[in-house]
């Protein structure tokens, strides 16, 4: 028996019925990983001794016969850009090389409680600045269904790891569409919740009004009870949502009890953004999308077409105020406080040039440059103040949409995954891959990929859904009735070809 690739009541039935132990799957686990990842370079760590740790308070607790926590033994991954105490958090780059945080990130120590096994941190984009994961000062991660292409960025070794059947759940972050995008291309389900409902501290910050942690998972099953535990409120970032504006929509534990009622999506009017259709995608993209909105009706789903016309600045909007922020979080690398130093240096001011010039990548250089000048006396408010005028237009002209519409869907990608060096020399063109994710970041709003097809070369497409802010309940069950009435979840790409090679 195999005990890779489990959903989460699968390993909770496996555990209960002592079929196995929390330390036999982290093990298989870990194993699977130090054999199969050279492929992948999912992995910047493997967080070894502390899952064998974690996966004994498991046992102990099966041993006493106790009630087990909701995620008991599940194999986690976390992007590189969370801390997890004591284990390396480079976010990527060379400048953060060594540095070990000494607390964890509260998405992270939720999960944690909640009986979650840590398997490794996670590669990425360079601060997670990337939509290929080319920028990774360590190694390009791969995609699972094809070594030859990109899995997507910036958490594309998140992506990549529950893809693989490295972990049942992984931890990303989505600034511009960092979890959805790489979701769409590597095949899995990737959550952007809405913006402050888990929680960001101890997340190293690239744009911290755009920034979001969310999880990966083969199903939307595994999305809704992870979130049930990471989606609480946090009096240590400011950005969370307290709890008394929390509504019912939020509420990921009432939800899983209710999935078995989810059954079709009749009284559900959802709105095909024509913005982000047709012209622009790939014809493998397209076609996938109409055979979603087939699929749609057949649930009972009211469709139309819907305009957001404010949608086209999406991309120099956020162009701008990613940047801006990005240049003021990532000032603190200097090599005085933490992380790499040029110590041959002669002065203080010739350290903090040599430092940042000698281990911060091309990309995060381009936006600190690019964001330093949008916040320059002169350009302040040509730039930065337009963009957030623009990004509360785009805000108002989504909440116009949702007073008539409980969902609005598109492509999550315009393509699919791309092969490796096709844009790295075009930067414009690489931005491009985001145009469909960023308008729900500037807005907030909660969204989701889910597999809905595979281009010719047999790599995976993605379906986005998107509703108001704080109605990530409606997003998971549309997403959830999609899934039941397919069947793209069901396969990994490279764990049937590691189990017929042990056989």
């Known amino acids: 028996m195999t005990l890779l690739g489990k959903s989460i009541s699968e390993i909770h039935k496996l555990l209960t019925s002592k079929e196995t132990s929390a330390t036999e799957l982290a093990q298989a686990h870990l194993s699977y990983i130090e054999k199969s990842d050279h492929l992948t370079h999912a992995f910047l760590c493997l967080t070894k001794d502390l899952a064998l ?33 004591s284990y390396p958090a480079t976010c990527g780059s060379k400048i953060l090389e060594g540095f070990k945080p000494i607390y964890n990130a509260t998405s992270v120590n939720l999960l944690f409680d909640a009986g979650a096994i840590c398997v490794g941190k996670t590669n990425c984009d360079e601060f997670a600045m990337g939509s290929s994961n080319e920028n990774s000062a360590y190694a390009k991660v791969t995609n699972p269904w094809n070594h030859n292409y990109v899995p997507g960025g910036s958490s594309g070794g998140s992506a990549a790891s529950v893809a693989a059947g490295f972990a049942t759940i992984a931890l990303g972050t989505d600034t ?114 109409d055979l979603a909105i087939e699929t749609l009706k057949t649930l009972g789903a009211k469709i139309d077409k819907v305009s957001l016309p404010k949608v086209k600045y999406a991309l120099p909007v956020y162009y701008i105020l990613n940047p801006a922020e990005a240049s003021s979080n990532l000032a603190r690398y200097d090599g005085v406080k933490y992380g790499a ?54 805000t108002e002209e989504f909440n116009d949409i949702f007073k008539s519409y409980d969902l609005v869907i598109c492509p999550t990608s315009p393509t699919t995954a791309f092969k490796f060096g096709d844009r790295t020399d075009d930067p414009l063109k690489m931005y491009m891959a985001d145009v469909a994710s960023i308008p729900a970041d500037l807005a907030g709003l909660p969204a989701i990929s889910i597999p809905c097809g595979f281009d010719e070369n047999n790599m995976p497409i993605g379906l986005q859904f998107m509703a108001a802010p704080l109605a990530d309940r409606k997003v998971l069950e549309a997403a959830y009735a999609f899934e039941k009435a397919t069947d793209y979840t069901k396969f990994s790409p490279m764990l049937q070809k590691y189990e017929s090679a042990k056989t």
Do not use: W
Request: proline letters at 5%; charged letters at 25%; hydrophobic letters at 35%.
């Open 53 to 85: 740790k974690q996966a004994t308070e498991i046992d102990k607790l099966i041993s006493a016969k106790k009630e087990l926590p909701p995620l008991a033994g599940i194999p986690l991954a976390v992007k590189d850009v969370l801390c997890v105490e």
């Open 176 to 289: 511009g569409g960092s979890v959805r995008q790489p979701a769409s291309l590597c095949g899995v389900v990737g959550m952007k919740p809405t913006y402050g409902l888990v929680s960001r501290f101890g997340l190293i910050a690239l744009a911290s009004s755009l920034d979001h942690v969310g999880p990966f998972t083969r199903t939307v099953e595994d999305t809704i009870r992870t979130l049930a535990v990471m989606a609480k409120p946090d009096t240590h970032d400011s950005t969370s949502v307290p709890q008394k504006m929390r509504t019912a929509n939020c509420d990921m534990v009432a939800l899983l009890n209710d999935l078995p009622k989810i059954t079709n999506l009749k009284n559900v009017k959802i709105g095909v953004i024509e913005e982000l259709s047709g012209e622009g995608n790939e014809k493998s993209v397209q076609k996938a999308l």
């Open 341 to 394: 130093r040029d110590k041959s240096a002669q002065d203080l001011l010739s350290m903090y040039l040599s430092t940042r010039q000698s281990f911060i990548g091309s990309e995060p250089k381009r936006r600190i440059m690019l964001g330093t000048y949008v916040l320059s006396s002169g350009y302040y408010d040509a730039y930065y103040k337009k963009a957030q005028r623009v990004r509360r237009l785009l």
